[in-house]
Structures are given as C-alpha cells and as structure tokens.
C-alpha cells in the first residue's frame, strides 16, 4: 500500500468560494495527487502527494491558476560537501521535508538555496540537512565561514605533510639516495621503522585525515557512499593492511608481508592540499558577487536635528535625507533634494562618462559622487535597493541548475556505488590472476582513490557561477539561471524597435526651408506654438528650439496640428489640410514632405504669419552602434528581426537602415506574441516597455532593457543594465562561451574517470606490466578537480580581447 506525503501552502488572491473551486480543481488535476483541501478563511492548500506527485508541480499549477502560493527563501552555506554524491543526496534530504518546493546545492560554492511554503518551519529543513550530515548555516550567520574553512584546511594541510614527511622518507628514499633503506635497518631497524609509520599515520588519519572516517563511514552505513567514502575505504584499507602486517605477520603469506603506511599518509596530503587549491581557486569564482556587495558602504551621513551624523547602513531610512560628500560612494536609493554634482554610474550602464545631477534627479545606491556636495532623500533602503537586487539576481543565477545538470546528476547518483563494485571486482581479478595479495590491495586501493565524482560535480556550477559574474562585471544579468544555457540555443533575435534599437524619443531630425525664412526662425515660431501641448512629437519641437517667445490663442486641432499667435504673427504647425483650410498653400514643400516620409520621417508643414515657410521632420533616432549590433548578431549566425508598432513604411524604412533580416509592424503587443510563436520556437525577444513584457515572457529568452521598465524587467530571463544593445552581442557570446567551458569540464571530468579508473584497475599490466601506484592516483584526483575549476576560471577573461 503506497503512502501519502501532506505539502501544505499558503495561497494568494482566493476571496470567495468560487476561487476555492478552482484552486482545488487546479491542484487535483496535477499528476500523484491524491486529494486536496482548500481552506478560504487561512488561504491555505492541502495537497496529498503520492507516487511521483511533486510538490513543484504544485506551485506551478497554482500559479498557472492565477493563485501563486506564497514561497519563502533560505540561502545558506553548507557544510561536508566534498562531491557531486553529497550535492545529491542533500537535496533529496531536503526535498523529502514536507512544504519543501525545491533545493539547489551548489557544489561550487558549497552553497544551498531552499524554496519551501510560508507556512513550513525552517528549523525543520535546517535539521534535515543535519540529519543528513551536510548542516546548513543561513547566511546572515554565516559570516568568515570560507575563511575559516580555508584556515581550517591549510593548518590540516600542513599537520599532514610535517607527519607523512618522515614515512615518506624512510619508505621512499630508497629510490631516490642509495643506502637510505640500509641506514635505516642499521640504525632503527625495520620492525621499529614500520612501528614508527604505524604510529605517525595513525596521528595522520585520526587527525588531518579524521574527515574522511567522519563524513565517509556514517554515507557509507546508511547506503549513500560518496566522495569521503572512496578516500576513506582506500586509505583505510592501506592502514589496516599495514598495521596487520607490522603487528601480525604470520596471518599473511610470505610475499604479501609489505607496508604501505606512506601510501595512505600521502594520499591523505595530496587531497588535502587537492582541495585547498580547489577551494582557493572556487573562492575566485565568487569575486564578482563580493564586488557587488563591496560596493555598498558600512555607513552614511544622515541629517539629523540639523546635524550630520555618521550611522551604520542598517539604520538608515526611507525618508532620511543623506550628504553625500565629493568622491563619496552612494549608499541607498534616493532623489537628490540640493546640489549639483556628476556622479559615476558605471557600475549599472558600463558607461564611463559620469552623469550630471540635480535637484529631482534619482541615484543609486553604489555608484561614486563627483566632485559636489548633495543631499539625497532616501527612496529604498537594504533588500529594496537596485544594488540589493542585482547581488539577488547574480545570487540566484549562479545556484542555478542548467538542464544539462540533469544528466549529471543520473550518472553521480550511480557513481560511487559503481566505483565501489569495480574497487572490489578489480581486487578478486587481482588475487585470482595476478602475483598476490598485496598487488591486489595496492590496484583496489588505487580505483577507490583516483575516482572522482568532484570534478563531475564541480564541472556545471564552477562554470556557471564564474560566467554569470563575468556577466554582471560586463552589465549581464542572468535573472534566471537556466537562460545561460537558453540563450545558446536562440536562432533568431527579434528586436522591439522604440527604445531598443532607437532612443525611444523622437527628436527633430531636419528643417527645410522656403527662402527668406531661417531655420532658427521657423523652429523658434513652431517651439513657441508646441509649447502649450504635451505631445512627444512637441516635446522634440521644443528641444530643439531652445529658448522660445510666448504664443497666444493655442488652438489644437485632432489629426491636423496647432496654430498660436506669436509675436503677432499667426503660426500653423501641421499637415497640409491645415495650412490649406488657412489659404497657405502647401504644395511648394509637397516634394520635400514626401522625400522625408520616405525616409521613416514624420513630416510637418510651418506657416508664419500666412507664408509658407518650410518642413519639420521628427523621427526616433536609430541608437549608435544599433546597425553593428545587428551585422555582429548576423556574424554570429544568427537572423535579425524587428519588430514595431509603426506603420509599415516606416519600419521598412529603419529595417532597411540597420539591415535586419526581418521586419513585422503594425504590432500590438498581442500581436507580438503571435509573432514570436510564428518565427519559431527559439527566439530571443530584447524588449524594454511595458508593452513589451507578454513577448518577453512568451520568448524562449527574453532579454530587457535595464533602463526600461521594472515591469519588463522582471518578465525578462536575461537583463541588460545600461540601454546600449550591444549588451545582446555580449550575452549571446558570453553563453556560448560558458557553455563551451561547461562541455569541456564535463568531457574532461567524463573522460578522466572512463580513462584512468580501467588504469588504476591495472588494465595495462598484463601488456606493459604497469600499475599506478595510490599515491599517484591522490594526485590524479586532486588534479582532475582543479582542472576543472581553473578552466571556469577562464571565462573571467570574456570579453578583454573585443
């Protein structure tokens, strides 16, 4: 008889009982639910999960029912976590806690994110991973925690090589300086010199060592073995064998009376110090999010009482007004009340050249004053700030599993048990074929040692948390993890055109003029008439004019312009019909007008004081750089296309001038969506208004503007912090680049274990007669790890060379 697991969540929107129908219908109809109670009055759900019933599946039904369920977030840092085995088996630890929605372990930075239901205790997820052995600290207590750990493994490093030293010596100095192995026996003699082995890598594995036994035997007793087992069970075995043969020769044949004490010492040294380099190594995948967190101060200058006084961050708020010293570092998100000064954005739009600020102007937390002195009115304060939520988005990228993770996981889920049964097959082999009981040890002891589920462990996350950081050092945000490895998939780039691929501002573009009439002239006339409407197309008039004289009797006129006095003089700014139905005949510029539509223009007539003067042009300027984003995106392989609300002639007009692939206008944002499902399933839809967020969210990738809205920043998977599009080029590049890095630590990871464990098995030894020796092995081991987290480390270099 199957039992039932009970996920209990609290729900949002139910107000009335038709909406406890459809949440419960929803939640039943999820595959392995058996039954389901949904209570109004505590806007809760009750789910009975059987076989195969997921609680996320759960979630994701309730949100696709318009009734998310409210998730809390713990992040944290982890203890024992030595290999992909441990990843695994703590996150079905933490899975198997009821309420529990998902688990992410990241190996890379022995890092745990958990998504469970707000009503779920966390000191019962918190005594699940203690329980499995891998305890979790969350992380606002967990502060110096990598320091102390890479303390903690440089003092263990060291303890062990000071003991293993003089084993080492004695056992293998042999080989190196003729007579060693005679001093000894003269001196010491070879009894006491095993006894002293015996004694020094004793203290060895019950010290330095003591972690292996500690974390490895309770995995391998609860039928869980991983990465500590294998060390544990070789250099265990090394240890034992030895110590028979030192204090009880007889019981073993004649030819299998050898030691090998300095085996299990050195292997005990070379993972350590295999896993300081890699731990050294994984902190610099890390840099990026502690750069981000560098850039908020400890402290702000706040007014109070007419003072300035010094106070810690955390005790800032919203309302305050803050000082901000010359060359000071902002340190909240706010609006400057007084002063002037430029203020270094860099960090959030990648452009160098500081930007002016006033009186009403936003800043943000983390960017660097200028050389003046303001007052900022604090707007958001700690987790609410920009800064604050790019280190989440970064955060959350990086404990991302790609779907490639997935394979990954089915293989290192085997991987030890098969590494355990090859260990013993290799050893029976031995004793049955090969010379004797020591060599079989030795071949044993070696498959358990050089196998390694680290670097299969470390392969996905070290490369996705170096090139999501790389990332957001180059202004790339990866909201969603899972977009790095979606985005190397995208065939097609479908660009919105206003704000994207222009300015998202029409500005005035020319100014044709009859004779006898000025350009200054005709756009001061105009601004003047402009200024009484709030129209953008105005609005572009008015900047260009400048300063403009004052117009009476403003008269606007639906779908044909706007008249005003001006100085005396009548003033028409419109279309044809306009200036006819005045008696100004417009046919003079007809030629003009029509030459600038053709061009993606919207053309304007003037008339002063009942004389024709010229045409006005306004268009939305094509960003610089737009033109190569496209030619570099096509040099990638990929097609381009545009997608627009304007009219037709229009787009054609600006498609043509950047010379994308395709062009859809006349696009409503419904329509939008329509148009990404017709240009195939993957598209990269780069967006940045509000009408944009259904195509972002529909796309395969939907990439936003950072400078846009909050809305289509939020929809989107990928977000660009500064407006330049250029920013697609890198995001595009900087995926395929991580994902090429990913493959090579995955065929490296692969291939080192499917090459070396037949090696370690002695495969080669009735050929060429050679076996690898245990200590070769260690260092085998600790090497493949460390490959894997250097070669990460080279997508911090993306992007330097471009």
């Known amino acids: 008889m199957s039992t039932a697991s009970l996920f209990r969540v609290p729900v949002e929107g139910m107000s009335c009982a038709s909406c406890v129908g459809r949440v419960e219908a929803a939640v039943l109809r999820v595959p392995g639910v058996l039954g389901a109670r949904v209570n109004l009055a505590s806007g809760t759900v009750e789910a009975d999960l059987g076989e195969g019933g997921a609680s996320q599946d759960v979630v994701s039904a309730l949100k696709e029912a318009g009734y998310p369920a409210r998730v809390e977030t713990l992040r944290g840092s982890v203890e024992g976590l030595s290999c992909a085995s441990c990843v695994g088996r703590l996150e079905r630890a933490l899975v198997a806690v009821p309420g529990v929605v998902e688990a992410r372990v990241n190996l890379a930075d022995r890092s745990a994110v958990v998504e469970y239901g707000a009503g779920t205790e966390r000191a019962a997820i918190l005594a699940a991973a203690q329980s499995a052995g891998y305890p979790i600290t969350a992380d606002e207590d967990a502060s110096g925690h990598e320091d102390a750990e890479d303390a903690a493994l440089t003092r263990s490093v060291w303890i062990a090589s000071i003991l293993v030293l003089p084993v080492f010596l004695i056992e293998m100095g042999g080989h190196f300086i003729p007579g060693v192995h005679a001093l000894v026996a003269e001196t010491i003699g070879h009894q006491a010199s095993r006894v002293l082995q015996f004694l020094l890598i004793g203290a060895v594995l019950m010290g330095p060592g003591r972690v292996f036994f500690a974390r490895g035997v309770p995995?391998?007793?609860?039928?869980?073995?991983?990465?500590?087992?294998?060390?544990?069970?070789?250099?265990?075995?090394?240890?034992?064998?030895?110590?028979?043969?030192?204090?009880?020769?007889?019981?073993?044949?004649?030819?299998?009376?050898?030691?090998?004490?300095?085996?299990?010492?050195?292997?005990?040294?070379?993972?350590?110090?295999?896993?300081?380099?890699?731990?050294?190594?994984?902190?610099?995948?890390?840099?990026?999010?502690?750069?981000?967190?560098?850039?908020?101060?400890?402290?702000?200058?706040?007014?109070?009482?007419?003072?300035?006084?010094?106070?810690?961050?955390?005790?800032?708020?919203?309302?305050?007004?803050?000082?901000?010293?010359?060359?000071?570092?902002?340190?909240?998100?706010?609006?400057?009340?007084?002063?002037?000064?430029?203020?270094?954005?860099?960090?959030?739009?990648?452009?160098?050249?500081?930007?002016?600020?006033?009186?009403?102007?936003?800043?943000?937390?983390?960017?660097?004053?200028?050389?003046?002195?303001?007052?900022?009115?604090?707007?958001?304060?700690?987790?609410?700030?920009?800064?604050?939520?790019?280190?989440?988005?970064?955060?959350?990228?990086?404990?991302?599993?790609?779907?490639?993770?997935?394979?990954?996981?089915?293989?290192?889920?085997?991987?030890?048990?098969?590494?355990?049964?090859?260990?013993?097959?290799?050893?029976?082999?031995?004793?049955?074929?090969?010379?004797?009981?020591?060599?079989?040890?030795?071949?044993?002891?070696?498959?358990?040692?050089?196998?390694?589920?680290?670097?299969?462990?470390?392969?996905?996350?070290?490369?996705?948390?170096?090139?999501?950081?790389?990332?957001?050092?180059?202004?790339?945000?990866?909201?969603?993890?899972?977009?790095?490895?979606?985005?190397?998939?995208?065939?097609?780039?479908?660009?919105?055109?206003?704000?994207?691929?222009?300015?998202?501002?029409?500005?005035?573009?020319?100014?044709?003029?009859?004779?006898g009439f000025a350009r200054e002239a005709i756009l001061s006339a105009a601004g003047?008439?402009?200024?009484?409407?709030?129209?953008?197309?105005?609005?572009?008039?008015?900047?260009?004019?400048?300063?403009?004289?004052?117009?009476?009797?403003?008269?606007?006129?639906?779908?044909?312009?706007?008249?005003?006095?001006?100085?005396?003089?009548?003033?028409?700014?419109?279309?044809?019909?306009?200036?006819?139905?005045?008696?100004?005949?417009?046919?003079?510029?007809?030629?003009?007008?029509?030459?600038?539509?053709?061009?993606?223009?919207?053309?304007?007539?003037?008339?002063?004081?009942?004389?024709?003067?010229?045409?006005?042009?306004?268009?939305?300027?094509?960003?610089?750089?737009?033109?190569?984003?496209?030619?570099?995106?096509?040099?990638?392989?990929?097609?381009?296309?545009?997608?627009?609300?304007?009219?037709?002639?229009t787009a054609e007009v600006i498609g043509a001038k950047l010379g994308v692939d395709l062009v859809e206008a006349d696009a409503t944002p419904d329509d939008k969506v329509e148009i990404i499902g017709r240009l195939g399933p993957r598209v990269a839809f780069v967006g940045d208004g509000i009408n944009d967020a259904p195509a972002l969210a529909a796309a395969h990738v939907g990439i936003a503007i950072g400078t846009g809205t909050d809305v289509a920043v939020e929809t989107a998977d990928v977000v660009l912090m500064s407006g330049d599009p250029a920013g697609v080029v890198r995001a595009l590049g900087l995926s395929r680049a991580a994902m090429r890095n990913i493959h090579q630590n995955l065929g490296w990871a692969f291939g080192y274990n499917v090459l070396l464990i037949p090696v370690a098995a002695g495969v080669l030894y009735p050929a060429f007669g050679l076996v690898l020796s245990p200590m070769l092995a260690a260092g085998a081991m600790a090497f493949s790890s460390i490959a894997v987290v250097t070669n990460a480390l080279r997508l911090r270099k993306f992007g330097e060379s471009s």
Not at 557 to 578: I, P, Q
């Open 528 to 649: 003047a008439v402009e200024a009484g409407s709030e129209h953008p197309i105005a609005q572009a008039i008015l900047r260009a004019a400048g300063d403009v004289p004052a117009a009476e009797d403003f008269k606007s006129v639906t779908g044909a312009g706007v008249s005003g006095a001006v100085d005396g003089a009548t003033v028409l700014v419109g279309r044809a019909k306009l200036l006819g139905d005045a008696g100004v005949d417009a046919a003079p510029m007809a030629a003009a007008a029509d030459r600038l539509a053709q061009e993606g223009k919207t053309a304007f007539f003037v008339a002063i004081g009942g004389a024709l003067a010229g045409v006005i042009a306004v268009a939305d300027p094509v960003r610089n750089g737009a033109a190569k984003v496209v030619s570099d995106l096509q040099a990638m392989g990929l097609k381009v296309a545009m997608v627009s609300g304007d009219r037709r002639a």
């Open 219 to 515: 995995s391998l007793l609860k039928g869980a073995p991983e990465m500590n087992s294998l060390v544990a069970l070789g250099t265990g075995a090394a240890f034992v064998y030895s110590t028979v043969a030192t204090f009880m020769p007889g019981v073993l044949p004649g030819n299998a009376r050898g030691v090998y004490f300095e085996a299990a010492g050195v292997i005990v040294v070379l993972i350590l110090v295999g896993r300081l380099l890699e731990a050294r190594a994984k902190g610099r995948t890390g840099a990026a999010v502690r750069a981000l967190v560098g850039l908020r101060p400890d402290t702000a200058r706040v007014l109070r009482g007419g003072d300035v006084v010094e106070v810690p961050l955390a005790s800032v708020a919203v309302g305050d007004v803050v000082q901000l010293k010359p060359g000071a570092r902002v340190p909240v998100d706010g609006v400057v009340v007084k002063g002037t000064s430029f203020v270094d954005e860099a960090m959030l739009s990648g452009e160098p050249v500081p930007v002016e600020k006033g009186a009403g102007d936003a800043v943000t937390g983390g960017t660097v004053n200028g050389a003046g002195l303001l007052e900022v009115r604090v707007n958001e304060v700690g987790a609410d700030t920009v800064l604050a939520r790019i280190i989440r988005m970064v955060q959350d990228a990086q404990g991302a599993k790609l779907p490639v993770q997935a394979v990954i996981d089915r293989v290192t889920g085997v991987f030890v048990p098969v590494v355990l049964g090859v260990a013993l097959l290799t050893v029976v082999v031995w004793l049955v074929f090969g010379p004797g009981l020591g060599e079989a040890l030795v071949a044993g002891v070696s498959v358990l040692i050089i196998a390694c589920p680290c670097a299969m462990g470390l392969a996905t996350p070290t490369s996705i948390m170096v090139g999501t950081g790389r990332g957001a050092e180059l202004g790339v945000l990866f909201r969603k993890g899972a977009a790095l490895q979606a985005l190397r998939e995208v065939e097609i780039v479908a660009f919105d055109k206003t704000g994207t691929l222009t300015e998202g501002r029409p500005e005035v573009t020319d100014v044709v003029t009859v004779d």
